[in-house]
């Protein structure tokens, strides 16, 4: 009988036992079920935070080329600058001897050496790529200007025999700097503020090109700037001097920008100034740009406030390489409070640019089916080791909708610049023709940066939706040239149009 007793005893408990087992693992599941449905509505509101359906994309083209009307009709007529460059002569070809450049503006700096022959033919360029020391980027004008001017005596040296007279000969310079500057001439301008991270205070309000021919003269290098454009310009530049139906430039790098041909009667703002009466090429800043059209989340404006320039640049932010990146941590970083699916401690994640946008890239285009590329740059980068399958892929996706928002909406600027110059086969926002009336010319767009030239996805992004917003037929007279290190060649071959020695110039349009 106490035997039976304590059999069935241990019965209940094992059942007892086995029941709450099973309870806490059916618990579990249930916690862990309802932490992966939070964590995927994150995913999911960020995603339609970030649609930019068809529909939204054409009122961005609007918005764009409303914006560049009003700001070449008045200074701060919109938050697109707008600014004329003096550029109204483009290399024809013939140009002829050695001319060097500058290019700074990104994450490098590059000094070229360009050999030009004539006839359209440009010997292969010596080009040196460096990069700019972090300090340089907040310290004093003096010092980053010395810097440029030391790395480009060293090549200059290389060049010659480094004899005294091989250095006094004055040699011409093309000079690409890629920030926005209130031209004076083709060749003078003053630096209005500096973006992407760069913040050298006493430089704002200066004569850039001054700021460099005083360094370069501080070195001993007998060199005048005979151009001084931005990275667009040279871009654009180099895009004509190669297929001379090329009529804008954009760069989506670490910054993002564009410029274009326009005819000088539409520029209002400086009317009575403008001594040519063809065109002019103007850069437009359109990091700037701004539109309610825009589709904006709480991301896109807590990396704003985080940022070292608030209120500034927001297309720019959506865009460009310096950023994306980093809107894509904010978004793990969310997820990872919402439900700890990275695990605990992770003190890198809220770090903030730790995760560059090449890496980024990386993790987006990883095609192993495990994906491990994401499991690497989780570990490595952001700490986070061991992250499931099924967690990366969620990454994957992250990196997808950020990414795919901005190719989109770079593609809505380069059709709001269309549209401005009646280029988009709507007849233009002033145009009044029918669409039947209308014959596109054929139109090419030279575009340069890592996000486009080297990130695949995003390009393939850009195109589809370019023939989204344009439609098939008129989407094929519009052609994207890439214009590999088009931004320094392109300097250099202004620098030669604009050499003091140089008559034979074609005027634009
Ligand atoms: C930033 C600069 C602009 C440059 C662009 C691309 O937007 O302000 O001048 O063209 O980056 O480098």
């Known amino acids: 009988m106490g035997r039976g007793f304590v059999v069935v005893g241990v019965a209940v408990t094992v059942a007892v036992t086995a029941c709450a087992v099973a309870a806490v693992v059916v618990g579990k599941r249930v916690k862990s079920r309802r932490k992966w449905r939070r964590v995927v509505g994150v995913l999911a509101e960020f995603e339609q935070g970030c649609e930019t359906t068809v529909g939204r994309l054409k009122q961005v083209v609007d918005a764009m080329a409303v914006e560049m009307h009003a700001g070449l009709a008045s200074e701060g007529g919109s938050k697109l600058k707008m600014l004329l460059t003096f550029v109204d002569t483009l290399p024809n070809g013939s140009e002829k001897g050695i001319y060097y450049a500058l290019d700074l503006g990104g994450t490098n700096f ?46 200059v040296e290389k060049e010659g025999d480094g004899s005294d007279t091989s250095l006094m000969r004055r040699r011409e310079l093309g000079f690409t700097f890629s920030f926005p500057v209130k031209q004076t001439s083709v060749s003078t301008g003053i630096l209005i503020k500096w973006t992407k991270g760069f913040g050298i205070e006493d430089t704002v309000g200066r004569e850039v090109s001054e700021c460099l021919e005083q360094a370069m003269a501080r070195k001993g290098l007998n060199m005048r700037v005979a151009a001084l454009v931005n990275d ?30 326009e005819r000088t009667d539409a520029i209002i703002k400086c009317q009575g100034l403008l001594t040519t009466s063809g065109g002019m090429v103007v850069n437009m800043e359109w990091g700037n740009f701004w539109s309610s059209h825009l589709p904006r989340t709480s991301y896109d404006i807590e990396l704003d406030a985080d940022s070292p320039n608030p209120n500034d640049q927001g297309f720019e932010k959506m865009i460009s390489g310096m950023y994306l990146g980093d809107i894509v941590r904010r978004v793990i970083l969310r997820m990872s409070h919402e439900a700890d699916i990275f695990g605990d401690a992770l003190p890198k994640l809220s770090m903030p640019f730790i995760l560059r946008t090449p890496l980024m890239a990386e993790m987006h285009e990883d095609d192993s089916p495990e994906l491990t590329e994401v499991a690497r740059i989780l570990k490595d980068t952001l700490e986070i080791p061991d992250v499931p399958l099924k967690v990366r892929k969620l990454v994957v996706k992250v990196c997808d909708v950020v990414t795919r928002r901005a190719a989109r909406l770079a593609a809505a600027g380069i059709v709001g610049i269309l549209k401005k110059i009646g280029r988009d086969g709507s007849g233009g926002i002033t145009g009044g023709r029918s669409r039947s009336d209308i014959k596109m010319k054929r139109t090419v767009v ?8 080297s990130y695949t996805m995003f390009r393939e992004y850009l195109h589809e939706a370019m023939i989204e917003i344009l439609g098939e037929e008129a989407a094929q007279h519009v052609i994207l040239m890439d214009t590999e290190d088009g931004s320094g060649v392109g300097a250099a071959l202004l620098g030669a149009t604009h050499s003091s020695n140089r008559v034979d110039n074609v005027q634009l349009l």
């Open 110 to 155: 590059r000094v070229l050496r360009v050999q030009l022959g004539g006839q359209r033919s440009i010997l292969e360029p010596d080009v040196e790529r460096q990069p700019i020391p972090q300090h340089l980027m907040t310290s004093t004008s003096e010092d980053l200007f010395d810097f440029i001017a030391s790395s480009l005596k060293e090549f």
């Open 232 to 261: 667009t310009v040279g871009t654009l530049a180099l895009g004509h001097y190669h297929d001379p139906d090329t009529i804008a430039a954009v760069i989506i790098g670490t910054g993002t920008n564009a410029c274009y041909l």
């Open 446 to 453: 030279a575009i340069e940066g890592g996000l486009y030239t």
